[in-house]
Structure formats: C-alpha cells, structure tokens
C-alpha cells in the first residue's frame, strides 16, 4: 500500500471479506421487515391464528430500534483482530467502511424497505393498520404536519435518536477482542434502560428546580382558588413543558456521546492496523 490517497478497490477488497457477514445480516434484517410489514395487513383479519400477527407487530413496535442498535453486530464474527489487521487496505479505508455501514447504508436499507412497502401500499390501496415506526403515528400524521414541520427533519430527528446508541454499540464491538455479539446485546439492553432512568429522574429534578417557571405556576394555582382541575391542569402543564425542554437537552447530550463514540471507534479501527 504505497498509494497513500484513499482507495474505493481496496474498499471492495473490504467488502468482499465481510461479504458473507453482511448478507446474512441483510436478509435476517429483511426477513424481518417483511414479516411486520404482512402482520400489519393481516393482524386485523379474523383467522383464529391472526393473534400470531398481533403478537409479532407489536413486538416488532417496540424492538424496531434494536434494528438500528444491532446493525454494528454484522461484524461480531469476521472482524478478527487478526485478520483484519493483514488486510489489504489503510485503517482509514476501513474505519469508512464499517462505520459506514453501520451508521449509515443499515437506516438507509430499513428506510427503503419500509417505504417499498408503504409504495405497495398505497398503489393497491390496502386496508393497512401498520403505524408508522419513525412517528409512532398512522400515515395521516404527515399530512397533519405537512405544512408546519418537514418530513425530512422528523426523520433526522428519529435518526439521531438512534444513532447514539448504535454508535456506542459500534464501539463496544470494535473494542472487545471475545463475545462481541453477546457484549453488543447487553450494551443495547443495559445502557437504554440506565440512561432512560437517569435521564427521567434528572429531568423531574431540572423541572422541579426551575423556580421562575414553578413559581408562577404556584401562584397561578392559589389566585385559582378552589378550583382543583384547572390548578392541578395547570401544574401538570407546566411540569411537563419543563420535562421536554430537558428531554431536548438530553437527546442533544446523547447525540454528542454518539459522535464521540464515533470518534473513538474510528481512531481505534485505524491506529489497530499493521
């Protein structure tokens, strides 16, 4: 590799070797979304096996974020630290290469599949009960939104919410030199779960501690007097406007854990070649 200027042949060399590892993950990810897509038409059929259906759609609503999460496990078993360090092609090649794959071309297949499947849809004009995963609305949500907020910053924003995790599980499997798929899965399960805990309980405090905005809730509530709906009306609305202010805040904070996590991977990948 006397050639230091950035190579797209030795990127295919790359693609080649994890060639195998990626399309078993491709087809275990389309499998998969093919089968939510069909439990969202038949869920609300009246077979006695519908149930099944159900069941898999609701799993997949509240696992579809996992899709994301995984994607950097397409090179759990290939990335030998080893080997990888022998192939023909710079650090930096590869480090394009795999967190290319991971953060970027994996959110595109899923976006693309599922808008096939949204095109199938309406060309056909299905009864379809599927929710749209990036809302978590029905389709009619983008034409509600339509003329307030662009379709595109909805989904760059669904997409930042899932990068960091996906970043921070890129990392971890980067890093780990044994049982990558299995630290992968426990980071995608610990990590939410701690963060989100954390997360809740800093958000009360942040509301709670904001004394303007608490304070004239306050007093709005004693000029109210004895009318407890509107009073109690009142504090939930300002406590929750508190507590999205901080969630902003909070998804802001993860994002740039996610790019540092980026950062980190990348210098790891190209400072481990030979």
Same mark, same amino acid.
């Given at each position: 590799m006397d050639n230091n200027s950035f190579s797209w042949a030795r990127m295919s060399l790359l693609a080649r070797y994890y060639m195998p590892a990626i399309k078993k993950h491709l087809t275990i990810y389309t499998v998969l979304i093919i089968l939510y897509c069909l439990s969202s038409l038949l869920q609300g059929t009246t077979f006695w096996w519908s149930f099944i259906f159900v069941m898999f @759609?609701? !799993?997949?609503?509240?696992?579809?974020?996992?899709?994301?999460?995984?994607?950097?496990?397409?090179?759990?078993?290939?990335?030998?630290?080893?080997?990888? #360090?022998?192939?023909?092609?710079?650090?930096?090649? +590869?480090a394009v290469f795999i967190i290319g794959y991971s953060l970027v071309f994996t959110p595109l297949f899923i976006y693309a599949l599922l808008g096939i499947f949204t095109l199938i849809v309406n060309i056909f004009d299905l009864n379809s009960t599927v929710v749209n995963i990036f809302s978590g609305v029905n389709s009619n949500y983008w034409e509600d939104i339509s003329g307030e907020i662009p379709a595109w910053l909805v989904?760059?924003?669904?997409?930042?919410?899932?990068? @960091?995790? #996906?970043?921070? #599980?890129?990392?971890?499997?980067?890093?780990?030199?044994?049982? +990558?798929?299995? +630290?992968? !899965?426990?980071?995608? !399960?610990?990590?939410?779960?701690? #963060?989100a805990v954390i997360g809740i309980i800093a958000g009360v405090i942040y509301s709670f501690n904001n004394k303007d905005s608490m304070l004239s809730t306050l007093e709005r509530i004693s000029e109210m007097g004895n009318n407890e709906s509107e009073a109690a009306a009142a504090f939930v609305g300002t406590f929750l406007n508190e507590l999205?202010? @901080?969630?902003?805040?909070?998804?802001?904070?993860?994002?740039? !854990?996610?790019?540092?996590?980026v950062y980190l991977t990348w210098r790891k990948i190209v400072h481990n070649q030979v």
């Open positions: @759609w609701g !799993i997949m609503q509240l696992g579809f974020s996992y899709l994301f999460y995984l994607a950097p496990v397409a090179f759990s078993r290939y990335d030998d630290p080893v080997i990888s #360090t022998l192939l023909p092609a710079k650090g930096s090649e +590869k989904y760059v924003n669904r997409y930042l919410g899932y990068l @960091w995790m #996906t970043a921070m #599980t890129l990392y971890v499997v980067t890093v780990s030199r044994t049982n +990558k798929l299995l +630290k992968a !899965i426990l980071t995608t !399960i610990i990590v939410p779960v701690a #963060t999205m202010i @901080w969630i902003v805040r909070y998804q802001g904070l993860m994002t740039v !854990i996610g790019i540092i996590c």
